[in-house]
């Protein structure tokens, strides 16, 4: 067994809170994505940033790979112990540790869902907006710099988090950012972890901007003929500065995975999904606005969902899609693309992705956050089918490469992990080298997170 | 003279474009704030990033300090040359180089300032909002994360640059960032970059995301009885979530200065200065809700700016206070601190603050960007009685402790520089060490703006 000396010293100090079961270390292997399975050597739960602290002075000593856990959910295997060592999950750390209610931000530990911080500040008028549909704990949310349906209102993580305490690689610990709306304190280091995926440091305590819940929100869907249509009414509202809550779109082949797999009656169309937050008054010229651009654009079966549980079986479904695609083809696996483009560009981008899956014979079924310019193409593949499955990559590779011709780039929301390290220096060029600078002298050892994000090492 | 085979190899690539005349030295030496003039070696006037990426591997080569200048008009010193070598000047590189009216993003050079770049967008229905007062160079706002009035609404340089091209102390050339609306592709240098105040890099173009004109704008100026009245319904407007576009307040000292400087005859009082963006209905129903903010805090003399020329002298006034300020007793010097507090303590740091002056006995009018929690005190002094200057620095001292103390920062928007070089290991505590780290491992000659932001080397 690898690592031992190390285990050896993290049990002596973490006791049951280490795990060298062989069904946590199965769960701990595991992801949502393609990638085949990467048994860590042991999954460590921490209770403190104190025992944090103490499991990176212990890696350190004796170079032992660590990969931050929150809960699984990323999609470019960014919690996949590729290298093997400690998983450290944070589970045991998912406080709310103070609401400013005054002065709407939040202090919590990185291991807190999304939807259990939601629940907690129920009561207080305050939400938290990030929603990148799967239930991730927060300290993931910040490390893969997540986003989802409402970034399109309200901001990615980026824009969310206040401050970090971060543990080091060598197990320092430090304070970024400050609960002021701004600052000009020097380097904005809480943006350098945000979006670092684990490899420069972990986050054990975040500060996170809350929103008033709005006065009203009103959702919609209504479908389109063509593509093209429902794009262009995209293209046409996010210029017109129609503050959108959220736009999504999905195609015919969503739409008919969600109508199986929900028991749902769509028209078998491309659709978008709405959502608009404000005043009363505000919603209600949103609304219009918008509906004007629809007609414009032949749109049709225009629904609304003002009813807060009508709203909740809207984005349910949407959030479900992923599940309802892959689960019309049992037993396959996808590549969940996510470039994001310049608005004007959404349409070309859109179309070239449809002819180019169509040309090379790729199933992929397109939706996303499309008023950000951000969208998803899911490419499946059985896995049992090598050439297939080459295929499917080859297919996202010209997605990546379509969206920087475009000035976009290879990942909106999902972040790079290993599924798109191989994107880096054609995004970035000599910029790459700059960030495994910066990661070489942050974790000159390199035991956090190996393998993901920057140029290996030597 | 120091430095002389680096000028000399500038000379030779620069030709014209490097000066060493006394006026131009001595205009590079000063700044608008306290500090003592400090004579560059010389100041280049670079026309292309390629001329930039010479200067710094020329003066990487003889290790010669490099110093971004853009307006000079930066107030903690920033782009004063405190250890000499080459000033570069970027008014030369002062283009708009492309405009993307679809995506609302324009690609300009470092050189061009705020206003011409607005001159540039008149015809577009966009503009860019932040709004620091002086008619600074955009990479040097950049530079300084620079906000200002329009914060509030519209966010700092942090939320405005899309990207950057950056020459690095070797001479690399890199870009960050994309025209996309979001990335989660590896680590944030774009952010890294902008506040970095040219220790990290020198920016030689920028990416920045613009707005559209709003519909409708309104600005109101209201006076209070009492500070405390203001500040309150400062508090209690953006507690309800007023999406006010900026919101400024000026003390009675700061008034009288203003009246005499601009033959204005506002009443002695404490005042709230507002704007509202929106279309007419929203703005309209802005203003009523501040309206009657305003009436339970017993504002009175609510004066509106509807018309363009109104608008543009009431922030020309407030933009002027400044000046007035300094002008109410000529020959004097003044400290400008900038302070931002969470907005639940803004009323208890204010008034902590005037207590503290006049117990004191430093003169320092009171004036800011509350809505931010952002507020000013021009501390002002007597250059030649070193005891009124240490009396107004350690004012500011304290002034820094009570934000840090109620988990604020010692700069909402000025930065470091010089001036608060001595503030950051009380903020940052270990992490000033590793923003130190970061910038070893980009400079590690420390040729980039030596002296300022980071503890010093070794």
Known sequence: MAH?????????????????????????????????????????????????????????????????????????????????????DFSAMNQVLEINQADMDVRVQPGLTREALNQELRATGLFFPVDPGANAALGGMASTRASGTTALRYGTMRDHVLGLEVVLADGRVIRTGTRARKSAAGYDLTALFVGAEGTL???????????GQPEA?????????????????????????????????????????????????????????????????????????????????????????????DRAALWHMRHNAYYAILAARPGCRSIVTDVCVPISRLAEAVEATIADLAAHGVNGPILGHVGDGNFHAILMF?????????????????????????????????????????????????????????????????????????????
Not at 201 to 211: C, D, S, Y
Not at 231 to 242: A, S
Not at 257 to 264: E, F, H, L
Request: negative net charge; contains cysteine; hydrophobic residues 45%.
């Open 4 to 88: 031992n000396a190390a285990l050896s010293a993290l049990a002596d100090v973490l006791g049951d809170a280490l795990s060298r079961s062989k069904s946590d270390l199965d769960l701990h292997g595991r992801s949502e994505s393609h990638f085949p399975l990467t048994l860590p050597d042991a999954v460590a739960y921490p209770a403190s940033t104190d025992q944090v602290a103490a499991i990176l002075r212990i890696c350190a000593e004796h170079r032992c790979p660590v990969t931050a856990w929150g809960t699984g959910t990323s999609l470019e295997g960014q919690s996949q112990a590729v290298e093997g060592g400690v998983v450290v």
């Open 201 to 211: 440091g972990l986050i054990t305590e975040l500060t996170l901007r809350l929103h």
């Open 217 to 309: 929100i009103s959702a919609a869907v209504c479908a389109f003929a063509r593509i093209d249509d429902a794009v262009q009414t995209v293209i046409e509202t996010i210029q017109m500065g129609i503050p959108m809550a959220r736009m999504e779109f999905i195609d015919a082949a969503s739409v008919r995975a969600v109508n199986a797999y929900a028991q749902m009656a769509l028209p078998e169309l491309p659709h978008l999904l709405v959502e608009f937050h404000g005043s009363d008054s505000a919603v209600a010229e949103q609304a219009e606005s918008f509906g004007a651009l629809v007609a414009d654009h032949g749109g049709m079966g225009f629904e609304w969902a003002a009813r807060a549980e």
């Open 382 to 458: 059985d896995p049992s089918d090598a050439d297939e499955r080459d295929q499917a990559l080859a297919a996202a590779a010209r997605m990546v490469d379509r969206a920087l011709e475009m000035g976009g780039t290879a990942t909106g929301e999902h972040g790079i992990g290993i599924g798109k390290r191989g994107y880096m220096q054609r995004e970035h060029g000599e910029a790459w080298q700059v960030m495994g600078a910066l990661k070489a002298t942050l974790d000159p050892l390199g035991i956090l997170n190996p393998g993901k994000l920057v140029p290996p090492a030597g």
